[in-house]
């Protein structure tokens, strides 16, 4: 799958915890080393809390704040890049839809070509309701890249959704597809839970959050530097320090091709 090195960007991130606060950093300075129009909003309504500095990417002096706001404040100002952000959480197709809706914009300031940008989610959430929202987004969508990142303690998975053409066709499948009891009805938003609910969640560890972001970053590599992708998901374990890719039709082919070679 090819993609324009040229073409501005719009990321949106959802989820701005374990696995988000840890994309966060890399992301933004990927992104600033980019020599095209970038766009990086991350939405998230949780506050920082004594737990959270466990595990994820957050310290005592942001006790209190939202997180999405510390994130794209101290990341963005680091890479000399405008900070935008949503302190709430999304949970509307309509939300959803326009904060991914793609702008025209020049390529270079001076420049006469005004490109669309290249609308990119990242789905850093906990729960499969919100990754329902996203898979309805993304099957209504014209074009769209949908990264999903999904981890328990020690495995996970991160799949990455393509969708593009004129009509919009799916080329890679989403996580709701890779992984149909995502789409069960059986979760809540954050907003929908009771105190009780919130205070408990499935166990992760620092390191397959750690190990889920860096999937996700090198996703983001690969399109945008290398301007092609070739792995459709890969799953993870940090107990065995493994990752493991599902490659495209053509990168099996290519591989068959060595094996046989050889």
């Not at 040229?6 to 600033?32: F, N, Q, S, W």
């Not at 809390?49 to 100002?77: C, H, P, T, W």
């Not at 996203?134 to 969708?163: A, M, P, W």
């Not at 009805?185 to 889920?212: G, H």
Request: proline residues 5%; aromatic residues 8%.
């Amino acid at each position: 799958m090819k993609f324009a090195l040229e073409r501005p960007v719009k990321i949106v991130m959802l989820g701005a915890g374990g696995t988000g606060g840890h994309i966060a950093p890399h992301l933004y300075r990927l992104l600033h080393a980019l020599d095209r129009p970038v766009k990086v909003i991350i939405a998230d309504g949780d506050l920082v809390e004594e737990k959270n500095l466990v595990r994820q990417n957050f310290i005592a002096a942001d006790l209190g704040k939202n997180k999405a706001q510390v994130l794209a404040e101290r990341y963005a100002s680091a890479f000399g890049m405008e900070a935008q952000y949503l302190p709430e959480f999304v949970e509307s197709e309509e939300m959803l839809s326009e904060l991914l809706k793609p702008e025209s914009r020049p390529v270079w300031m001076d420049s006469e070509k005004y490109p669309q940008e290249l609308p990119i989610l990242i789905g850093a959430v906990d729960n499969n309701r919100s990754r329902q929202l996203c898979h309805q987004v993304f099957r209504k969508s014209e074009e769209l890249v949908y990264i999903d990142s999904g981890n328990g303690e020690y495995t996970g998975q991160v799949v990455c959704g393509i969708r593009r053409g004129g009509k919009g066709k799916t080329y890679y499948k989403p996580v709701g597809e890779v992984y149909p009891d995502v789409l069960d009805r059986t979760d809540k938003f954050p907003t929908e839970l009771s105190c009780a609910e919130a205070a408990v969640s499935a166990p992760q560890s620092i390191t397959a959050n750690i190990m889920a972001a860096a999937a996700v970053v090198a996703y983001i590599y690969n399109i945008l530097v290398l301007g092609s992708i070739e792995v459709k998901n890969v799953t993870f374990s940090t107990r065995t320090v493994n990752l493991k890719p599902v490659l495209s039709e053509k990168r099996k082919g290519s591989e068959n091709r060595k094996r046989k070679e050889a």
